[in-house]
């Protein structure tokens, strides 16, 4: 099953050097989720190749317009493209307003449903569920309120072993019971333990998107184990004072965040247009957390 995350921007609040703002899609079960919609990411999805017609749920962290910009364009878009299905928009309690404001000189409503689910940033909050998947809020440090976006794999059924449904002439209607733990009772009555007739599933998977914050270790617990932790590292620790009194982070501060929650991979975005080359800010991380990558536009990250 697949869990990946596309890199469609990764720059800070300028577009710089060919990078552009913050917009990511996650794939899950072939599902498509946009994390944050910085100017241009309809443009991006072309450029890459994500079917925005896919995309029926929207994350918004805040509202700096790097993270949001591009929202209304995209909105617009699929009016002119006659969208059918409900769009699913999660964001602070503003930004619907933003939207009502832009929508309302139409005239008319949108031929497609907007629904809207305000976010809070003070406490962790249940934003989506479906069977497979769950996505909850992770309050970040930023000048205004901020959340990041922890997408979340439920734990997956027992794998059944076929030789042992042979060997005891387990029925089909049996099965589902199984999966989910249980023994099973054979026709003489005797009492077969699971253990002897399932594998262990896969563990469930994680995605923590952490977008523009302060160095928190308020969000350690709530990230334990994350398999891939996007983080942003906006400078690098020569302006260790700049990115304090901006609420960013650096690079540095990223990696310790990524070392304490003990995350397996750590991708690193949302980079300063002090940079012309993002060499040194890998560097940095590296040295603190092996496991980092930068957050290249276009590239695909799997979630393993």
Known sequence: MEFSVKILGNSGALPAFGRHPTAQVVNHDDR???????????????DFKVKKGRIHHIFISHLHGDHFFGLLGLITSYQLLQR???LHIYGPPKLWDIIDLQLSPWGIPPCYELVFHPTQADAPML??????????TIPLNHKIACTGFLFKEKPKERNMRKD???KYGIHFTDIPAIKKGGDFKTSDGRIIPNRELTLDPMPPRSYAFCSDTA???????????VNLLYHEATFTQEFEE???KTFHSTAQQAALMAQKVQAQRLLLGHFSAKYPVLDPILKEAKVVFERSSLALEGEVFGVE
């Open 32 to 46: 498509l989720f946009l994390v944050d919609c910085g100017e241009g990411t309809q443009m991006r999805c072309d």
């Open 84 to 86: 059918v299905h409900p």
């Open 127 to 136: 934003l989506y569920e479906d069977a497979l998947l769950t996505v909850e």
């Open 164 to 166: 042992q449904i042979e």
């Open 215 to 225: 160095y928190n270790e308020a969000m350690v617990e709530q990230l334990k184990g």
């Open 242 to 244: 700049r990115a304090k």
